[in-house]
Each structure stands twice: as structure tokens, then as C-alpha cells.
T-cell receptor, first 111, second 116 residues
Framework: KQEVTQIPAALSVPEGENLVLNCSFT??????LQWFRQDPGKGLTSLLL?????REQTSGRLNASLDKSSGRSTLYIAASQPGDSATYLC??????????FGTGTRLQVFP | NAGVTQTPKFQVLKTGQSMTLQCAQD?????MSWYRQDPGMGLRLIHY???????DQGEVPNGYNVSRSTTEDFPLRLLSAAPSQTSVYFC???????????????FGSGTRLTVV
């Protein structure tokens, strides 16, 4: 059974810091990995999708990497801003096309 | 705008009542699914469908029914609401098949359900 874990569970940093959020999964046979952002009381917004054949994806200040063999992904946020405050979720898709979520990292960036 | 539409956004039910949460997508996605999100439990899969006429159970299916008569719609029915079903419900859609690695999931904005 695929299990996805995110570390840390919560993070509070001053504005301007570069951040690394970690995601690990137990079954390396995945099709892709997706990072989402969720603001309090809101839905999920897709940030980045990494296909199984890719090593990383970039969008603005966000960079996500994928190491299938070790079952790990990292989300790098450069020059963090208070507007980045949210919960970040990673999720993997395997052979059943089911999306399995991690536990999330709650990020707070203070001015 | 293309996407996943969920209705209603908020709902309060009394124990024992039934209701249907609606989900519709206009992206011609084959795959649709329902999740519930609870504090400390994360997002858990309730039911999913890989195409019209095909549904299957996820991790927490008890107390819920689904059907998929069209590609666009995937309603979730609560048969007899219980306080344990108080949660936020999300519908999601995606492509399936051997090219599915090229596509991500799109989520609706959620339905916040309270059962009293």
C-alpha cells in the first residue's frame, strides 16, 4: 500500500528565506507526483506536476524535484513571501490512477 | 472557465437525512473521484470512476454511494447522514490511460458539510 509522508508538518519562517519541503513515498512505481497548495477554508490549487520520467519542474519561485528510486520529492520555495503562507500537499499517482496524498506541511511566512 | 464545479458549497444536515453532492467537469476527463478532508486525517479517497458506467470504492466508502451515467457528472450520495460524515468534500478529475502521467488532477472548490 502506497504511503506518502511530508516533513516537516509545520514551518514558520521570516520573509525572504529559501525553503525546502520534503515528501517521501513508499512505492517507487508511480506515474507522476503533484504538488498542491491549499489556503485555509479553500480548495486545492495545483502548483507543479512531475512526470515519472522527469527529474524536476519549475514555476516562478517554485522548483520541485523527483527521485523515484529513493522515493523522495522536494519542493523548493525561493525568497519566501507572506503570501506563500498555506498548506502544501504532495500526492502521487500509481498504476491504479488513484491520487494518494501526503499529510501536508503547514507553512507560515511572517513579515 | 474549464474546471470542476461542486455544489453546494455549504450544507447542514440533520442525522438520518439524505442528500446528494454534485460534481461536474467540462474537460472531458475520464477519471473522477471524491475525497473527504478531516483535520489530522488528510485527504482520503471515498469513491472513484474511470469512465461512464464504471465506479469503484476507495479507502472510506461506507455510507456513500456514487454513480457515473455521463462523463461530465459524478454525484456523491449520502444515504443516511451521520455526525461522523461532517467533513469537507472535494471532487477531482483527471485523464486516465497510459498517457495519464502527462496530466495532473483538477479539484473543485469543495463542499463543507455539517451533520448535526
Amino acid at each position: 500500500k502506497q504511503e506518502v509522508t511530508q516533513i516537516p508538518a509545520a514551518l514558520s519562517v521570516p520573509e525572504g528565506e529559501n525553503l525546502v519541503l520534503n515528501c517521501s513515498f513508499t512505492d517507487s512505481a508511480i506515474y507522476n507526483l503533484q504538488w498542491f497548495r491549499q489556503d485555509p477554508g479553500k480548495g486545492l490549487t495545483s502548483l507543479l506536476l512531475i512526470q515519472s520520467s522527469q527529474r524536476e519542474q519549475t514555476s516562478g519561485r517554485l522548483n520541485a524535484s523527483l527521485d523515484k528510486s529513493s522515493g523522495r520529492s522536494t519542493l523548493y520555495i525561493a525568497a519566501s513571501q507572506p503570501g506563500d503562507s498555506a498548506t502544501y500537499l504532495c500526492a502521487v499517482v500509481g498504476g491504479t490512477d488513484k491520487l494518494i496524498f501526503g499529510t501536508g506541511t503547514r507553512l507560515q511566512v511572517f513579515p | 472557465n474549464a474546471g470542476v464545479t461542486q455544489t453546494p458549497k455549504f450544507q447542514v444536515l440533520k442525522t438520518g437525512q439524505s442528500m446528494t453532492l454534485q460534481c461536474a467537469q467540462d474537460m472531458n476527463h475520464e477519471y473522477m473521484s471524491w475525497y473527504r478532508q478531516d483535520p489530522g486525517m488528510g485527504l482520503r479517497l471515498i469513491h472513484y470512476s474511470v469512465g461512464a458506467g464504471i465506479t469503484d470504492q476507495g479507502e472510506v466508502p461506507n455510507g456513500y454511494n456514487v454513480s457515473r451515467s455521463t462523463t461530465e457528472d459524478f454525484p456523491l450520495r449520502l444515504l443516511s447522514a451521520a455526525p461522523s460524515q461532517t467533513s469537507v468534500y472535494f471532487c477531482a478529475s483527471s485523464r486516465v490511460g497510459r498517457l495519464s502521467s502527462n496530466y495532473g488532477y483538477t479539484f473543485g472548490s469543495g463542499t463543507r458539510l455539517t451533520v448535526v
